[in-house]
């Protein structure tokens, strides 16, 4: 039998001190990203965000100054619109997964939604650019919404039927016991006990759809003025970023940056909002 | 008596009321959450369908050549999706390259060497991290990263690399480089936290018989844990893969958007996402339109294939905090 010697020992703890540091080293180069863009954000971005930037519409080319209160609005509207559609859809879905639907169903229909929320944001712009913009013929905040819902549908199904699944049996049978019917069961008493969780996974969503930009492309289309009809194209902020990133004027890149600081600075809320909400209570998962 | 008479006339229709209530409600709302649930279905096939009736024209007269030919060339017509799908798996394979090693040590600092107080902070900027949106890490690659990367990092890679083809020549900007480390960015979080559930998902018998043997943290980590766990960290690397197929915003502000196939790293690309991204609006002929169509379905195709295959090997080890992490 042989031992090791202290020498080997101590270099067994030295590759161990190495590769925690290592990992250390890792996390904090995967993390340094959201340290950077934000300070950027606030270096590049602070200044012009003002009181024009959110009451006045961009400046035509070559005039200094504008905001984007067409784009704020506009994403917002987009948001209502897709909310509109894919709330329902989702939170109704994922009450199929959790309170009806065999074993084998509903491991197919889960295992789509988790496809679907790996499927490319631009495929749906395409998709709804085929089935809405061409046939209705023009770019509209309609489309640009339906976009937005369909990429909503998959992620609220999912996190709905979680936050579902974790109610407690006794609820449903004492409610059922009590004479009340199966669907006001789920209503009055399911929906109603996790419509924290329900609504953390909604406000997740809305976070994501509203920092997407590629399905809006050609579906919502963009527009420099206000919208006056949802038959309309219609402006967005990340839209807007975007068009004003790849420009080659400086006060557009100046606006570009407040845009994407009052965007971020949403996304970011909405973040928190979700991660106080959740806080100490054991019960909501996401 | 009398009344005694009305209790019991009445009873009996108490009685057929209670035996007999309206499943209607049920059932009517039984088929609406089926009817709901089965859009991820419909939108599967719609999309595929939409897709292909879109492109039909584009596959009849291109035919497999549109995978293989690489000419884009709008004005004469002529389509060929190779330069897309080679800027969009070299982008995606240079993310991998950068994400994988990273995230997995990542994940594995989260679960396993990590002091217990630091843990939970980390996560949570990660999750934040993931939370920027896509043009937002494009417009700070614009303007910020790139010219970094022309500074420091590119000059020192010339001349230690410079000798192969994939660092050759002059990095002007816009670059595959500069796309594959955007995409690695947009990827990390993902990798790390679905790397990280898998890691928790290894029993502890497996880390408590390693340090019984007397290993070292590390050597438990990477004999009784990582090694435990490759199957599922592999899901992991799929997974990302698969959201590094399809990232847009953020690669079409950097990557140039030049329809080309060079070896080098520093000439600028071009993806399939980004080719949609970029000339959707302005296909003017049918054709055209009808290749970018083509061009979608090719990337639906393959994100689908990957995630697929995602899916399949996460679901082998799927706990419930997995399926949870993938979102």
């Excluded at chain 2, 980390?122 to 993931?130: H, N, R, V, W, Y």
């Excluded at chain 2, 018998?205 to 435990?228: F, H, K, P």
């Amino acid at each position: 039998m042989r031992f090791e010697t202290a020498h080997q020992h101590t270099w067994r703890k030295i590759k161990s001190g190495l590769a925690c540091t290592t990992a250390f080293v890792s996390a904090v180069l995967v993390i340094s990203p959201l340290g950077l863009v934000f300070c950027y954000l606030l270096i590049n971005g602070a200044a012009s965000v003002n009181w024009d930037f959110f009451t006045k519409l961009p400046a035509p080319v070559g005039a200094v100054g504008g905001g984007m209160a067409n784009a704020i609005v506009g994403s917002l509207e987009l948001l209502a619109l897709a909310g509109v559609i894919g709330i329902p859809v989702g939170v109704l879905g994922g009450v199929y997964l959790a309170e009806y639907g065999s074993a084998r169903i509903n491991s197919v229909l889960r295992f789509l939604a988790d496809v679907l929320n790996g499927i490319p944001s631009i495929t749906w712009g395409v998709v709804v650019y085929g089935l809405i913009v061409l046939r209705f013929k023009g770019f509209s905040a309609y489309a640009g919404g339906f976009a937005l819902a369909l990429i909503m549908i998959p992620l609220i199904v999912r996190t709905t039927e979680e936050v579902i699944l974790l109610v407690p049996n006794g609820y449903r049978e004492a409610s059922l016991a009590l004479g009340v019917s199966r669907w006001k069961t789920i209503i009055h008493i399911v929906l109603k006990t996790a419509s924290k969780g329900i609504i953390t996974g909604i406000l997740l969503a809305l976070a994501r759809v509203g920092g997407e930009t590629a399905p809006l492309l050609f579906t919502a289309f963009g527009n420099r003025f206000w919208n006056h009809s949802l038959n309309q194209p219609i402006a967005a902020l990340p839209l807007q970023i975007f068009t004003y990133a790849i420009s080659p004027y400086d006060d557009w890149h100046r606006q570009a940056w407040a845009g994407a600081l009052v965007l971020v600075t949403g996304v970011f809320f909405v973040n928190i909002l979700v991660r106080i909400l959740t806080r100490g209570s054991g019960a909501s998962v996401v | 008596m009398a009344e005694a008479a009305l209790i019991a006339a009445e009873v009996p229709s108490a009685q057929t009321r209670m035996a007999r209530p309206s499943r209607l409600g049920d059932q009517a709302f039984e088929w609406l959450t089926l009817a709901m649930a089965f859009t991820v279905v419909v939108l599967i096939i719609l999309t595929g369908w939409q897709l292909w009736s879109g492109s039909t024209l584009a596959i009849k007269k291109f035919g497999f050549h549109f995978l293989t030919a690489s000419t884009w060339d709008p004005v004469a017509e002529q389509f060929g999706a190779l330069p897309f799908i080679y800027g969009t798996l070299v982008s995606s394979l240079l993310a991998l390259l950068i994400a994988v090693p990273l995230g997995i040590a990542t994940a594995a600092y989260l679960t396993e060497l990590a002091p217990l107080w630091i843990r939970q902070p980390l996560i949570s900027l990660i999750e934040m991290l993931a939370a920027i949106p896509s043009v937002i890490l494009g417009l700070w690659g614009i303007f910020v990263m790139i010219p970094w990367l022309r500074n420091y990092p590119v000059p020192w890679l010339k001349r230690l690399l410079g000798w192969t083809p994939f660092f050759s020549g002059a990095m002007y900007g816009p670059s595959m480089l500069a796309g594959g480390i955007i995409i690695a960015i947009m990827i990390l979080p993902i990798i790390t936290s679905v790397s990280r559930e898998i890691l928790r998902s290894v029993p502890d018998l497996q880390r408590e018989a390693a340090y019984a043997l007397g290993a070292t943290r590390w050597e438990a980590t990477r004999i009784a844990v990582l090694s435990y766990a490759k199957k599922g960290l592999f899901g992991a690397v799929i997974l990302g893969l698969g959201r590094a197929l399809g990232e847009t915003m953020a690669v079409t502000m950097v990557i140039g958007n030049t329809p080309q196939i060079a070896l080098s790293l520093f000439k600028p690309g071009y993806t399939l996402a980004s080719v949609l991204a970029n000339e959707f609006t302005e296909a003017t002929t049918d054709m055209y339109l009808q290749a970018l169509f083509a061009i979608g379905l090719v990337l639906f195709g393959i994100t689908i294939l990957v995630n697929l295959l995602a899916q399949l090997l996460l679901r082998t080890i799927a706990t419930q905090s997995v399926t949870r992490a993938v979102q």
